[in-house]
């Protein structure tokens, strides 16, 4: 199963193209927010490379968010405009869970905080621990100020997210040793992480309908426009 897997949620432009779980080629690159602009020639880029066309790919994975509202829609209305016009199936992930993932080689029994600048002095966060290698969601999705999040830290934990930017000295204030800090590296998702999340999904059967996959706005009483 040939899988174009896009994440537009955040400054990083993230393409990439699965065989199954096997990343063929992919395409990780800071652009601030150009997306509409560069996503669709990064897209014919990484066809090219890998001597494919679009016609050949089987299914499509997009990250849902929570990021950028804008991006979000670019990256999520691409997809399904692709898996209309070719009649293929659809998934979408979660941007947090593509996050953590990242750190499944190497944090095993430690508690992961994945955190996202939510702008409004708010933050999109989870947590997340590693048992055996397999990654378990221990809280859901969340869109809190960060001092929620830090009340939830028990214990030692790891924190990767473009939040670290903003709200990386309060948190260290507060938790002191029991933070760690990953560095600009980990801050944003990378297609690869999209497109195995987005085969597991899809050989389980989880596709979405092509006319109401859309991405993951969290709303809650933090997030509101005064008037």
Request: charged fraction near 25%; aromatic fraction near 10%; hydrophobic fraction near 40%.
């Amino acid at each position: 199963m040939k899988i174009l897997a896009v994440d537009t949620s955040s400054r990083m432009l993230c393409v990439a193209i699965a065989d199954g779980d096997r990343i063929i080629s992919s395409h990780n690159r800071l652009i601030g927010f150009e997306h509409s602009k560069m996503l669709v020639p990064a897209i014919e880029g990484l066809l090219k490379k890998s001597s494919l066309k679009i016609g050949g790919i089987d299914a499509f994975a997009v990250g849902l968010g929570p990021g950028s509202f804008t991006g979000l829609r670019i990256g999520v209305s691409a997809m399904k405009g692709y898996a209309f016009a070719l009649e293929r199936p659809i998934t979408g992930v979660s941007t947090l869970d593509a996050l953590a993932l990242r750190l499944e080689s190497s944090a095993d029994g430690k508690d992961i905080y994945t955190v996202i600048d939510a702008k409004r002095q708010n933050i999109y966060w989870c947590r997340y621990r590693f048992e055996n290698g397999k990654m378990k969601r221990v809280t859901s999705y969340l869109l809190t100020p960060p001092e929620k999040m830090i009340k939830s830290v028990k214990s030692k934990s790891v924190f990767l997210g473009d939040a670290i930017d903003v709200y990386g000295r309060d948190i260290k204030k507060a938790l002191k040793a029991k933070a760690a800090f990953l560095d600009k590296g980990y801050w944003y998702p990378k297609a690869e992480y999209i497109a195995r999340l987005g085969y597991e999904k899809l050989r389980r059967g989880q596709s979405y309908d092509v006319d109401t996959i859309a991405p993951m706005y969290m709303h809650s009483k933090y997030c509101q426009v005064k008037k």
